[in-house]
Each structure stands twice: as C-alpha cells, then as structure tokens.
C-alpha cells in the first residue's frame, strides 16, 4: 500500500501540537513566534497543524524561543524527558523552578517535605537522591 504523499505525518501532527501547547503555556502570540524565529504568522499556524514539515533548525529555535527542552517536542518524550525537563514544559513549572531556586534551603526542605507528603513519599523516585542534593546546597 504506497503512502499518501498529501497526508499529515503522526509526527509532524505531533510536533506541531506541543509547538503549539508550549506557545500557548508560555502566553505567546502566533505572531510573536514567528517574528521571533523569522517566519510570518501563518507558518506558525501550518507548523501547529503539521500541514508544513518544520525543519531541525527551525525546531531548535522555536524550543529556543520558548524556552523549553527540545526533546519535549517529540513523541515519546513525556516518559523519557528528566523530571527537571517535564516540570519546565508543566504549567507553572518554570515559576516553580524559579520560586524554588530563590528559597533559601530551609524553605526549600519544608516545600519538598510537604510536595513529598502530597503525592506519597514512596511515589517520589529521586528521594534519597534528593535529601543528598538537599545536604549539598546548603
């Protein structure tokens, strides 16, 4: 059965869509997109639909502009990205991070005591190697 030269690509389709989740979650426009990374609003838009083919180049510098892991843009990228890469591309992760880094490290012991407590200390797959990195900063 011969391919469908005028069919979308899952993949294409795909990365489209977390291009356009992440524009989205980062509260820009098509337009300011793509004035940021050189094309017109209307490339966005065939970007997002997977209509175009984005090239690699292209992808580095949208994941650039809105500041996100480029794996995050893949399939399968969701149960392979690092728990730092998952929370940048989570809303309000980027504040998070941020609010997180700002604390000093008793704050910071006391936020992740009470984020372990919420989803279940066993639940957390990093803890031991998080009371070591707690240990190292302060």
Do not use: C, W
């Amino acid at each position: 059965m011969p391919l469908d030269p005028d069919a979308i690509d899952p993949v294409d389709r795909h990365v489209g869509a977390r291009i356009r989740e992440e524009r989205t979650a980062a509260g820009v426009t098509q337009s300011q997109l793509g004035e940021a990374i050189g094309v017109t609003f209307q490339q966005v838009q065939k970007y997002e639909r997977g209509t175009n083919r984005i090239s690699a180049s292209m992808i580095v510098r949208v994941a650039n502009t809105l500041n996100v892991p480029l794996v995050s843009l893949f399939p399968g990228s969701g149960a392979q990205a690092a728990p730092a890469e998952t929370l940048a591309t989570l809303k309000g992760g980027r504040q998070l991070a941020e609010a997180f880094v700002a604390m000093t490290p008793r704050q910071r012991d006391a936020l992740l005591s009470v984020a372990t407590e919420f989803v279940g200390a066993d639940k957390v797959a990093s803890a031991p190697r998080a009371a070591t990195l707690r240990a190292a900063s302060r």
